[in-house]
């Protein structure tokens, strides 16, 4: 099993940034999925997080402003992030609790981060 995110950059302050987090491999299903984020000298926080019926919930500092989002056919899960200020620059890493097709065992993976830096 794997993720792959992307879609990190460099943008300027009130700009949009999508970032994109696709699973493969041996998977029988997927649970939650979510968003964390690493600012330098900071610890992983958690910025949004979606069920598989869809429910969401979003730290504090970006409510309003991002959203994530799920394609489910294929596998990916997204965030969409407008509005966005300095404070969000920090490396993004995508998660989900995946249930291996083979064995029926489930564990969270992390994908491997995708830089985001908010800056003029």
């Known amino acids: 099993v794997q993720l792959q995110a992307s879609g990190g950059g460099l943008v300027q302050p009130g700009g949009s940034l999508r970032l994109s987090c696709a699973a493969s491999?041996?998977?029988?299903?997927?649970?939650?999925r979510a968003w964390y984020r690493q600012a330098p000298g900071k610890q992983r926080e958690l910025v949004a997080a979606?069920?598989?019926?869809?429910?969401?919930n979003y730290a504090d500092s970006v409510k309003g402003r991002f959203t994530i989002s799920k394609d489910n056919a294929k596998n990916t899960v997204y965030l969409q992030m407008n509005s966005l200020i300095p404070e969000d620059t920090a490396v993004y890493f995508c998660?989900?609790?995946?249930?291996?097709?083979?064995?029926?065992?489930?564990?969270?993976?992390w994908g491997q981060g995708t830089l985001v830096t908010v800056s003029s």
């Open positions: 998660n989900a609790y995946i249930v291996v097709l083979s064995s029926h065992v489930g564990r969270s993976y």
């Open positions: 491999g041996n998977i029988f299903s997927i649970n939650t």
């Open positions: 979606i069920t598989s019926g869809g429910s969401t």
